[in-house]
């Protein structure tokens, strides 16, 4: 009996959490995910975090990455934002229900942000020192996350999202799901069973199905909430009242990886 052949097709950051994703060739890895991924989000005046689950305009300001920054794009205008910070404060900021040191952006960056959004905001960034770690029923101690709402990486399968197009009449594009890792190959949702799994050598370790918010609702060109695609994924992909699609993930602190890079599963759960 053969084995399924799985491939990398995909390889997505997000560098400002809730806002437009970025398709890579080729990613290095962190002790936190994909290098850039979420590194970055916006804060109210309480320093708590906003995302597209209030502001679904979030997903209108668009990201392209140079040498040493990122242009952010939101309609006509645009500003660029240095990877590294300087001159800037550390503040403590509060995702879910985490708190984490983080550095605020500039006066004239806060600005600009504020003023798209028409609500007084704060751009911050999580140095690579700030440790958040991972919920400890599900990692070993030593394992942290970037601002991503719980895990360093999502993968999702095509099959698994031609599956759900099929179901649903028309196609959901795969940004509405926004993984990290897309791949080709196997029958749908198999990576709801990778306990383990090699890709370039390296070593990842599937934690959990992610549980689906109302994100996954909102188209990403115009901002626009529909149901799907949570009325049809809750007809079949429902479990413990919470509706998945994707695997939650935890990889290595060191390496790189690509599209077309084979994914060897090591073990199931």
């Known amino acids: 009996m053969s084995h399924p052949i799985y491939s990398v097709s995909g390889l997505f950051i997000y560098p400002i959490k809730s806002m437009g994703g970025v398709s890579l060739n080729h990613s290095l890895l962190t002790i936190s995910g994909l290098k850039y991924d979420r590194r970055w989000m916006l804060v109210d005046v309480q320093n708590r975090f906003i995302s597209q689950r209030e502001f679904p305009e979030l997903c209108l300001f668009t ?5 040493t920054y990122f242009t952010v794009t939101f309609k006509d205008d645009e500003i660029n934002i240095p ?3 300087e001159n800037a404060s550390t503040i403590e900021a509060t995702i879910w229900d985490d708190t984490v ?15 798209k959004l028409h609500k007084e905001v704060k751009l911050v960034y999580q140095p690579l020192d700030s440790l958040r770690t991972i919920d400890a029923k599900s990692a070993n101690k030593d394992e942290v996350v970037s601002l991503a709402d719980g895990y360093p990486i999502l993968v999702i399968g095509e099959p698994a999202l031609n599956l759900l197009n099929e179901k649903v009449g028309f ?7 926004r993984p990290n890792i897309l791949f080709t ?4 949702n198999d990576e709801d069973f990778w306990k383990c799994f090699i890709i370039n050598k390296l070593l990842f370790k599937g934690v959990k199905p992610c549980a689906r918010c109302v994100i996954t609702t909102i188209n990403q060109q115009s901002g626009e909430k529909s149901l799907e695609p949570l009325r049809t994924l809750s007809t079949y992909r429902k479990v413990d009242n919470k509706i998945i699609f994707g695997q939650n993930v935890i990889g290595p602190s060191k390496g790189s990886i690509r599209v077309g890079d084979t994914i060897n599963i090591t073990s199931k759960v």
């Open 63 to 67: 990201i392209t990455l140079s040498e």
């Open 83 to 85: 990877f590294a910070a």
């Open 101 to 115: 040191r983080v550095i605020a952006a500039n006066w004239f960056t806060n600005k600009w942000f504020s003023n």
């Open 171 to 177: 196609t959901i594009p795969v940004n509405q799901f």
């Open 185 to 188: 190959g196997g029958e749908s």
